[in-house]
């Protein structure tokens, strides 16, 4: 099975405001790509969510913007996804691809909770 392990960070109570994405990519059960990406959400950073993952905007002054990871990102979310809460997850991803203006990308996802 082929599939993308997913998670996304959020600086505030917006779903559009990712911070940072980190990802996995299986292919016939062997990893073969891992990143995490600090992503400049230019939006204002929440203190509680500070405190859950530890990422200001300080880390993120010289980060890219959503869009401008995207094409990295997408080329990995082409059949299955999977996220420990997709619902957070994948709605993180939709909205920051409104608000980037990009197109809803449409894949199955499998939530591990």
């Known amino acids: 099975m082929n599939y993308t392990a997913l998670d996304f960070e959020t600086a505030n109570a917006s779903r559009a405001s990712v911070c940072a994405v980190g990802f996995v990519r299986v292919e016939n059960g062997k990893i ?8 400049n959400p230019q ?9 859950v ?14 869009s401008d990871y995207w094409d990295e990102l997408r080329q990995y979310l082409s059949d299955i996804v999977i996220a420990h809460n997709a619902a957070f997850d994948i709605s993180c991803l939709r909205s920051t ?5 990009i ?11």
Not at 97 to 101: A, C, K, P, T
Request: glycine residues 2%.
């Open 53 to 66: 993952h530890g990422i200001t905007e300080y880390d993120v002054r010289n980060a890219p913007i959503f």
């Open 97 to 101: 691809l409104d608000l980037s203006l």
């Open 43 to 51: 939006m204002r950073f929440d203190y509680r969510n500070e405190a």
């Open 32 to 39: 073969v790509k891992s990143a995490h990406q600090l992503i």
């Open 103 to 113: 197109h809803i990308y449409a894949a199955d996802e499998e939530d591990s909770v």
